[in-house]
């Protein structure tokens, strides 16, 4: 029975190992999507630093590396972040 317990625990954790690492590649494609989804709403004196912004988190992205995921990870969050508190007044 403990073989089973031990052998149960491994495989879940194994499971939610993989999901997490899986979850950090999708999460620069989906900040790149709300980028792009909320184009509309960005203010035109962002347009410039947006569009370098979402080209650096693409060659992030292409190099296929954690490093470059993380980095796209960064740095969509920071204009997201940015576009959000302009709309806030910068607050």
Avoid: H, W, Y
Wanted: hydrophobic fraction near 40%.
């Amino acid at each position: 029975m403990n073989r089973s317990v031990l052998l149960g625990l491994f495989v879940a954790a194994s499971m939610m190992a993989s999901t997490s690492f899986a979850a950090e590649k999708d999460l620069c494609a989906v900040n790149l999507q709300t980028i792009e989804n909320g184009k509309a709403q960005i203010p035109p004196e962002m347009t410039d630093q947006v569009k370098a912004s979402v080209e650096q988190a693409k060659a992030d992205q292409a190099k296929g590396t954690k490093e470059g995921t993380d980095d796209c990870i960064a740095e969509t969050n920071d204009i997201i972040k940015a576009v959000t508190d302009s709309k806030k007044g910068g607050k």
